[in-house]
């Protein structure tokens, strides 16, 4: 009988499954996730979780336990089990069915880049700061040359290694639409950052206040000035924040919105497009028109302070200049509001957006945990290997290398591979396979 080990959060399954192994012919055993033990060779480890583990979780884990991660499968129990009883045997069966053997063994190792950070274009006072206090060395250079060397970059000329680089972007400001010439003449069109100053000064007798801010504009500083608008007197000014969105997704922002309203600051969300400026007739106002979303009628004030909040754009450094690959992998920051805003598409690149702390918290744990290295997974039989460069074509990663000295054949680099498997399909002879776990249904060989 083969032996498996089932791991449960409460270290109890139920009788159908029990019964399900042993018509399979299967002994098994229940084991608790935080369990450490040396497990033979030909052991079976099933996982009972959800179907959000990835290949990453179970190299993880593997590694913990210090086991093949071929001999891993996860059963999405926690799903599946609030379907009914009958489903639920059908389904176990299936995957007791698909347990088979790892086809190979894999070593285990953690892996982790170069604790040293690539400032690029130039130097950063600010940064160079938050990295020294955590420990971490940063360089810069005026010009350089990029290129990967297992999970870290090689620069060239000057012969070091960084694990990570961030990329310090161009600000652009741009007003939130345009403004007519004769409207920025009455003088009353103030930056957002001059309006505190202009507060002190001014004395409220009946005054109106007009924001404007664009979409998107997730930036807590303006609008936590926004928001303290709340404070002025009530019976000095009107305060109307027309705003293409509103952004409350911070700490304390709901609450700082709830009260600027009960204060009497008027929000009105709708596009900016739909707003009208013009200058009033003395020239030392500005009028203010603009159709709501909910009502076809417009609405008309006399502003004797315009606040066009800008809108910004970040323009990212030529990046792609300096970075050598095997191929070209444009850079993109994902649009993704899961995600951090310094989050790239290429791993170990960050952007130096939002909160210097989280940006230099989420490299220095980038460095620190670094990826589980398999070596063993993907294979490449030389024999086979017609030098199509097919494959290096074709990797999105830029995983694939060049090896061998006598004959030379491709080689892929474990540090980088992300077992998308696009290398085995096209190559041509057929050269390339490797081993993926597929979380629910056992391993299958590309």
């Not at 940063?138 to 990329?167: E, N, Q, W, Y």
Request: overall charge negative; aromatic content about 8%; proline content about 9%.
């Amino acid at each position: 009988m083969r032996q498996v080990y089932l791991f449960s959060p409460n270290k109890d399954v139920p009788s159908w499954m029990a019964e399900e192994l042993r018509e399979a012919s299967f002994s098994f055993e229940v084991l608790t996730p935080g369990e450490v033990r040396t497990f033979p060779p030909s052991s079976l480890l099933v996982v009972l979780g959800n179907s959000l583990w990835t290949e990453e979780n179970i190299a993880e884990f593997a590694l913990r336990l210090g086991v093949n991660p071929l001999a891993v499968h996860v059963f999405p129990y926690e799903e599946i089990s609030a379907l009914p009883e009958r489903k639920c045997h059908l389904l176990w069966r299936s995957f007791l069915r698909s347990l088979t053997p790892p086809h190979r063994a894999i070593t285990l190792q953690r892996v982790t880049p170069t604790r040293r950070v690539l400032l690029y274009p130039g130097d950063s006072d600010t940064l160079s700061q938050a990295f020294s206090k955590v420990g971490i060395p940063v360089v810069s250079f005026p010009s350089l040359l990029l290129s990967r060397k297992g999970m870290d970059f090689h620069i060239t000329p000057h012969d070091l290694l960084v694990g990570a680089c961030v990329l310090i972007p161009s600000l652009q400001e741009e007003p939130p639409l345009e403004i007519p010439e004769e409207v920025l003449e009455t003088q009353r069109v103030v930056p957002l950052a001059r309006l505190s100053q202009i507060l002190k000064v001014t004395l409220f007798r009946k005054m109106c206040l007009v924001l404007l801010v664009p979409s998107p504009h997730p930036y807590p500083e303006d609008w936590e000035e926004i928001f303290a608008l709340a404070s002025l007197p009530p019976q000095g000014v009107e305060v109307i924040v027309l705003a293409e969105d509103i952004f409350v997704a911070h700490e304390g922002f709901e609450e700082a919105f709830r009260k600027a309203r009960e204060s009497g600051v008027i929000f009105e969300k709708l596009p900016l497009s739909r707003v009208h400026l013009s200058p009033s007739s003395d020239m030392r106002r500005v009028v203010v028109e603009y159709i709501p979303e909910k009502d076809p009628f417009p609405v008309r004030f006399e502003a004797h302070f315009l606040v066009p909040v800008a809108r910004r754009r970040f323009l990212l450094p030529p990046f792609e200049e300096v970075f050598l690959s095997d191929r070209e992998v444009p850079l993109e920051i994902p649009e993704n509001p899961n995600l951090p805003p310094f989050a790239t598409n290429i791993p170990g690149v960050f952007v130096a957006k939002g909160d210097v702390e989280a940006l230099v918290t989420a490299v220095s744990s980038y460095l620190r945990e670094g990826r589980v290295l398999e070596e063993g997974r993907v294979v490449v039989d030389a024999e086979r290997c017609a030098l199509c460069l097919t494959c290096l074509r074709s990797c999105p990663v830029g995983a694939i290398e060049l090896s061998g000295n006598l004959k030379r054949c491709v080689a892929v680099n474990a540090a980088l591979c992300t077992r998308c498997g696009i290398c085995a399909g096209l190559c041509p002879a057929g050269a390339i396979t490797f081993e993926v776990v597929r979380c629910g249904f056992g391993n299958h060989r590309v």
